[in-house]
């Protein structure tokens, strides 16, 4: 499965901004789906999942509350909304798929399909 993401763009802080994965491959609803954040000079962090197996959402605690992960499996999309963005949510922000056990949910190791991701800026 291939992903895209998009719908980033510039905010003030406090703004919201939703993203969208979209996905390629009759096999989407078959992966978990994660997001990731790459700030510049900083490696890919986990942000959110949606567990294909469970139907369980998972967040960095640094979002808890903030921001919120949902697919559409009909649609083979991942969305995430973003509220009450700060400016260090600033960078650019990926999709990608896997199969990962719980404890390695976290890990950008355990997805592929990357895409181009999309970049968000967050103006103080």
């Known amino acids: 499965v291939q992903l895209q993401a998009s719908g980033g763009g510039l905010v003030q802080a406090g703004g919201s901004l939703r993203l969208s994965c979209a996905a390629s491959?009759?096999?989407?609803?078959?992966?978990?789906i994660g997001w990731f954040h790459q700030a510049p000079g900083r490696e890919r962090e986990f942000v959110a999942a949606?567990?294909?197996?469970?139907?369980?959402?998972h967040y960095a605690d640094s979002v808890k509350g903030r921001f919120t992960i949902s697919r559409d499996n009909a649609k083979r999309t991942v969305f995430l909304q973003m509220n009450s963005l700060r400016p260090e949510d600033t960078g650019v922000y990926y999709c990608a798929a896997g199969r990962p056990i719980l404890s390695s949910l976290r890990s950008p190791d355990m997805y592929g399909g990357w895409g181009q991701g999309t970049q968000v800026t967050v103006s103080s």
């Open positions: 491959g009759d096999t989407f609803s078959t992966y978990t």
């Open positions: 949606f567990r294909h197996t469970t139907r369980t959402t």
